[in-house]
């Protein structure tokens, strides 16, 4: 169930569920081959949610790379930023846009917590117009433990001037759930097509649609404090 914000409070919802998981998967994968580095679908799903620095961290350890992190990145991120500018089928996930949109309507803080580079988010937020609903946006790559480390949730609590106990998660990786869990925040789980590998058993509810996710039906799940 999910707990029904104090209305005495400002509320708010924080949410990763910009769909470019398919681009930065190509951007990663591309990059892979060119170090000529064999990454298993099991391995990469442990890297799913997590910052890119923090993947590449843990990739150069696992395969003893003579390359460092911060130059994965940037290689990563070039391509990434290629993928970005030339793919016009480019598109958030299905119902997030309406879902957004009804959220900021009903005066719902919004605050975007994601493990991409902040250039990344930015690109995102320019290309489809959603600077304005927002009251925050933070980048993982940006905090010196991303996710499954719950200081990114924690952070988005904080800007959003709520307590976590008010405050509601929208994630689509293992790790993010992980880390609103450990946050102590209410986690909606996404089933996204395009991370099919993702458990999110931990999450507290789980969708398969947006549509199944609005101001109305989350407050019709809990009960108002007292």
Known sequence: DLHRVDRRQRQMCIRDSIDSEEIH?????ETF??????????LYKTLTGSSTINAFE????????????????????????NFFENDPTLHLVNGVEKLIKQLHQQNITLVLASSSAMVNINRVFTRFNLHSYFTAKISGADLVASKPHP?????????????KEHCIVIEDSDNGVKAANDAGIFVVGYRNPLAADQTLEQANLVIDDFSE??????????????
């Open 58 to 81: 843990k990739l150069v350890a696992h395969f003893n790379l003579d390359e460092s992190p911060e130059e994965l990145v940037l290689a990563k991120r070039k391509r990434y930023v």
């Open 213 to 226: 996710l609005s101001y109305k039906t989350a407050l019709e799940n809990v009960s108002l404090p007292l």
């Open 33 to 42: 081959e060119s170090i000529a580095v064999n990454v298993s679908d099991d």
């Open 151 to 163: 200081e990114i949730f924690k952070k988005a609590a904080i800007l959003g001037n709520t307590n």
């Open 25 to 29: 998967k190509k951007a990663y994968y």
